[in-house]
């Protein structure tokens, strides 16, 4: 019985992040900058043949290493140079994260767990979003969470730790060695320093009773740089120390600078997992607490594990200057394994403040989305708010149709937060759980069919459709004050055969072979205006302006 609920409920957890997570991948671009940096990186090592190197506008690609542009790349040649193949890989991620998450629940306590686990990040906002895009960090998140689970499970081996495990402990360091060298190759050496400040943190606090641990993650580490290694030696072998040196220099500059405006307050990473891990976040907050609980050592241990691995990611990217959303995404696996354990122990009907502030941060959401639509009819008061950004206030004049039914959506979420908070308070957990979390998911799957991409008409699409206007044309494009890779990808930029069309100066002053077009912001034309010849305005739309230079 027990094994066929096993097969039974994996069954339906993959059908059911099919459903959600792969339906309308496609409906609007990707977003400038990540979406469309990685899916261009694909596009051109398809269209040069040379898979080894990572490109972008055929040149060396030093920032990211290859293991995510290679799944986009099988994606495109499955599915064609689009969105949907663009996305696909994570949408596939999130099938597979579910499923691991019901292994693990399972294996450190029982099914219940399992289910309350898949729950929680399934129907969080950011988690459950994440799925649905074509960024870098849902694959790298989900080999960090591999490479420490079974890291913890091998090092249990050599202790008295008790749980169901029915391989040896050198089985699963290599499998957590493996995890991390895919994660060091997906996004960098960052996968490798979250990982051994977390067990480093961990021994720290309980070296007495773990002198093995530091001995233990040394093994891990070496096995983890056989991947990488391997990649990094056929690079330096063809091509010299050139992306190791970059490479290192970019990272110690993103950790220092902002990165092009992606600043942010110190708390900003806070605010962000508050909110964007509702209702998961809230949830989560007795088990923070230190709320004790009869349970089993190796259980009480994986929460230890969890909680460490939290403050880690919270507190490195709080204190890193580029403050971007998805740099504490790591987080969304102790925080929904956190929510997880606190309805699993019932600890809400000690903490009953978890769920005021849940219905409070849930309203505020339903506001926020119920207030969108009504402000879209009525864009003029927002335009005051922009008086002195041009740009900000030129994308408004955007023609996008809002409808007042629309509204209707954050009542949803109002909805869905009310019933789940009612059942909880009256311990009907796995009624709770399921309006609570399964509402959130049809409420987000709404929420981007019938906003998304009229935010993007706002903030992007003027642009895309230009580029997109030029993908059958031989010509040059280039954006002019403001960094973009959406003119290199909807244009579906040529290898380039000319070096200096690369240049500002080339293709405003020098005598060209093929049209020139030029793209600005309206708050930065200053950047063309009276230092290129013979350069013609052909039009503005939604904040930005057009030009040619013929040839």
Same mark, same amino acid.
């Given at each position: 019985?027990?094994?066929?609920?096993?097969?039974?409920?994996?069954?339906?957890?993959?059908?059911?992040?099919?459903?959600?997570?792969?339906?309308?991948?496609?409906?609007?671009?990707?977003?400038?900058?990540?979406?469309?940096?990685?899916?261009?990186?694909?596009?051109?090592?398809?269209?040069?043949?040379?898979?080894?190197?990572?490109? &972008?506008?055929? #040149?060396?690609?030093?920032?990211?290493?290859?293991?995510?542009?290679?799944?986009?790349?099988?994606?495109?040649?499955?599915?064609?140079?689009?969105?949907?193949?663009?996305?696909?890989?994570?949408?596939?991620?999130?099938?597979?994260?579910?499923?691991?998450?019901?292994?693990?629940?399972?294996?450190?306590?029982?099914?219940? *767990?399992?289910?309350? @686990?898949?729950?929680?990040?399934?129907? /969080?906002?950011?988690?459950?979003?994440?799925?649905? /895009?074509?960024?870098?960090?849902?694959?790298?998140?989900?080999?960090?969470? &591999?490479?420490?689970?079974?890291?913890?499970?091998?090092? @249990?081996?050599?202790?008295?730790?008790?749980?169901? #495990?029915?391989?040896?402990?050198?089985?699963?360091?290599?499998?957590?060695?493996?995890?991390?060298?895919?994660?060091?190759?997906?996004?960098?050496? =960052?996968?490798?320093?979250?990982?051994?400040?977390?067990?480093?943190?961990?021994?720290?606090?309980?070296?007495?009773?773990?002198?093995?641990?530091?001995?233990?993650?040394?093994?891990?580490?070496?096995?983890?740089?056989?991947?990488?290694?391997?990649?990094?030696?056929?690079?330096?072998?063809?091509?010299?120390?050139?992306?190791?040196?970059? *490479?290192?220099?970019?990272?110690?500059?993103?950790?220092?600078?902002?990165?092009?405006?992606?600043?942010?307050?110190?708390?900003?990473?806070?605010?962000?997992?508050?909110?964007?891990?509702?209702?998961?976040?809230?949830?989560?907050?007795?088990?923070?607490?230190?709320?004790?609980?009869?349970?089993?050592?190796?259980?009480?241990?994986?929460?230890?594990?969890?909680?460490?691995?939290?403050?880690?990611?919270?507190?490195? *990217?709080?204190?890193?200057?580029?403050?971007?959303?998805?740099?504490?995404?790591?987080?969304?696996?102790?925080?929904?394994?956190?929510?997880?354990?606190?309805?699993?122990?019932?600890?809400?009907?000690?903490?009953?403040?978890?769920?005021?502030?849940?219905?409070?941060?849930?309203?505020?959401?339903?506001?926020? =989305?119920?207030?969108?639509?009504?402000?879209?009819?009525?864009?003029?008061?927002?335009?005051?708010?922009?008086?002195?950004?041009?740009?900000?206030?030129?994308?408004?004049?955007?023609?996008?149709?809002?409808?007042?039914?629309?509204?209707? =959506?954050?009542?949803?979420?109002?909805?869905?937060?009310?019933?789940?908070?009612?059942?909880? #308070?009256?311990?009907?957990?796995?009624?709770?759980?399921?309006?609570?979390?399964?509402?959130?998911?049809?409420?987000?799957?709404?929420?981007?069919?019938?906003?998304?991409?009229?935010?993007?008409?706002?903030?992007?699409?003027?642009?895309?459709?230009?580029?997109?206007?030029?993908?059958?044309?031989?010509?040059?494009?280039?954006?002019?004050?403001?960094?973009?890779?959406?003119?290199?990808?909807? /244009?579906?930029?040529?290898?380039?055969?000319?070096?200096?069309?690369?240049? *500002?100066?080339?293709?405003?002053?020098?005598?060209?072979?093929?049209?020139?077009?030029?793209?600005?912001?309206?708050?930065? #034309?200053?950047?063309?205006?009276?230092?290129?010849?013979?350069?013609?305005?052909?039009?503005?739309?939604?904040?930005?302006?057009?030009?040619?230079?013929?040839?």
């Amino acid at each position: 019985m027990g094994s066929n609920n096993y097969i039974k409920d994996l069954g339906i957890v993959s059908i059911v992040a099919a459903l959600f997570f792969l339906p309308f991948l496609g409906n609007v671009h990707l977003f400038d900058w990540d979406e469309i940096n990685f899916a261009e990186c694909a596009r051109e090592m398809l269209e040069v043949g040379n898979f080894s190197q990572v490109i &972008m506008d055929y #040149q060396p690609f030093w920032e990211k290493p290859p293991l995510f542009i290679w799944m986009q790349v099988i994606s495109m040649k499955l599915f064609g140079v689009n969105e949907f193949a663009a996305r696909f890989p994570n949408a596939i991620c999130g099938i597979i994260t579910l499923i691991t998450l019901y292994y693990f629940g399972r294996k450190l306590f029982d099914r219940e *767990f399992a289910w309350l @686990w898949v729950a929680a990040y399934f129907g /969080s906002i950011l988690p459950h979003l994440y799925f649905r /895009s074509g960024i870098i960090d849902p694959w790298f998140n989900y080999f960090i969470f &591999m490479a420490i689970s079974f890291f913890i499970f091998s090092y @249990w081996k050599l202790t008295s730790m008790k749980i169901e #495990q029915t391989k040896t402990s050198n089985f699963y360091l290599i499998l957590s060695g493996l995890f991390l060298g895919l994660a060091i190759m997906t996004k960098g050496p =960052v996968a490798y320093l979250m990982t051994l400040l977390t067990v480093g943190i961990y021994w720290l606090l309980h070296f007495k009773t773990h002198k093995k641990l530091p001995l233990h993650f040394i093994k891990c580490s070496f096995i983890a740089a056989i991947i990488p290694l391997l990649w990094l030696g056929i690079e330096t072998a063809r091509n010299g120390t050139w992306f190791v040196e970059e *490479f290192i220099t970019y990272q110690i500059r993103l950790a220092k600078t902002e990165d092009a405006g992606h600043g942010g307050f110190f708390g900003f990473h806070f605010v962000i997992l508050l909110v964007g891990c509702f209702p998961a976040s809230l949830l989560a907050l007795p088990s923070f607490l230190g709320i004790k609980a009869k349970e089993i050592t190796a259980t009480y241990d994986f929460r230890r594990w969890m909680l460490i691995l939290f403050w880690v990611v919270l507190i490195l *990217f709080s204190m890193v200057q580029s403050k971007i959303i998805h740099y504490s995404s790591m987080c969304y696996f102790p925080i929904t394994f956190l929510a997880a354990y606190s309805l699993y122990y019932k600890l809400y009907l000690r903490k009953k403040f978890s769920l005021v502030l849940l219905v409070i941060v849930g309203l505020l959401i339903s506001v926020v =989305v119920t207030i969108v639509p009504i402000i879209g009819q009525n864009i003029d008061l927002l335009k005051p708010l922009f008086e002195k950004d041009k740009f900000g206030m030129a994308n408004l004049d955007a023609d996008v149709k809002w409808h007042t039914w629309e509204a209707i =959506v954050g009542t949803i979420l109002t909805c869905v937060t009310i019933v789940g908070f009612m059942l909880l #308070q009256f311990g009907k957990v796995k009624k709770g759980v399921l309006a609570l979390f399964g509402g959130t998911a049809i409420f987000l799957s709404i929420v981007l069919f019938s906003f998304v991409g009229k935010i993007e008409s706002y903030t992007q699409n003027a642009a895309i459709e230009f580029y997109k206007s030029k993908a059958h044309e031989d010509c040059y494009i280039l954006p002019i004050g403001h960094k973009s890779y959406a003119h290199l990808f909807y /244009s579906k930029k040529r290898p380039v055969t000319n070096d200096q069309s690369r240049h *500002f100066h080339y293709l405003t002053k020098e005598k060209l072979d093929k049209p020139a077009y030029f793209i600005t912001r309206v708050d930065r #034309q200053h950047h063309l205006i009276g230092k290129g010849d013979n350069v013609e305005r052909l039009y503005e739309k939604n904040g930005f302006v057009f030009w040619k230079r013929a040839k």
